[in-house]
């Protein structure tokens, strides 16, 4: 179903599939996040005459989750989050603090935060490009179901897991500081009607289209 001027589907998915393979999305993606932080400028400090520019790589980060349908295509690691309802996939993903995106990993819906969350760090440290990009974060904010692996974190990453905790007394939809950029990252994730719900058969299928719509986001910008 693509327009006739990409040629046929065949050959447009087998630079797909083999940029997949070879993770040149996220390489890609990886490189467009250093060049859109290079020319954004820090708000300005007290008793600053200019604004400096952002360093590359991010001392600080944000993590969380989404659960997404899956369609009757099938494929791997589908499962379903009792808590959302969902019979799914569930997105993990990293960003700064910019709501750029660092890193992404796709599981199953029934795999818990905890267990979603060390597989994202792991990840982190899987290949030299997300290795590189995460290498000077210290500081990484959660919610409440991330607690319990903070002291794993530390031990793997040396990342300070800062939890992020809702009021008691709140009731609704409450603005959380530092957690809302996460959120507002997936919101432009889902602008992309490939990624309303989960289409792919493999997980890094997936992974590649959230590469992709990001990568989308930060040509904008540039």
């Known amino acids: 179903m693509l327009p006739k001027e990409y040629g046929s589907y065949k050959t447009v998915y087998g630079y797909f599939s083999?940029?997949?393979?070879s993770g040149l999305w996220r390489d890609i993606n990886a490189a467009l996040v250093q060049r859109v932080r290079a020319k954004t400028k820090k708000p300005k400090e007290k008793g600053?005459?200019?604004?400096?520019f952002r360093k590359k790589r991010p001392t600080a980060a944000s993590l969380d989750s989404q659960s997404v349908?899956?369609?009757q295509i099938g494929g791997e690691a589908r499962g379903y989050d009792g808590g959302k309802k969902i019979k799914g996939r569930k997105r993990f993903i990293l960003v700064d603090t910019l709501g750029l995106l660092l890193c992404v990993a796709v599981l199953g819906a029934h795999i818990s935060e905890q267990a979603g969350a060390k597989f994202l760090v792991e990840q982190t440290q899987a290949n030299e490009t997300?290795?590189?990009l995460t290498g000077k974060l210290k500081l990484v904010w959660v919610d409440g179901g991330y607690q319990k692996i903070a002291q794993?974190?530390?031990g793997i990453v040396d990342w300070v897991w800062q939890i992020v905790k809702r009021s008691d007394d709140t009731s609704g939809f409450e603005l959380l500081p530092r957690r809302w950029v996460v959120e507002?990252?997936?919101g432009w994730l889902n602008n992309y009607r490939r990624l309303s719900k989960d289409y792919e058969k493999t997980t890094r299928s997936s992974e590649a289209f959230i590469y992709i719509a990001h990568i989308n986001i930060c040509l904008n910008r540039l």
């Open 152 to 154: 794993w974190v530390q």
């Open 69 to 71: 349908k899956t369609t």
């Open 184 to 186: 507002r990252t997936f």
């Open 18 to 21: 083999t940029w997949t393979k």
């Open 130 to 132: 997300t290795k590189h």
């Open 48 to 52: 600053q005459k200019k604004a400096e």
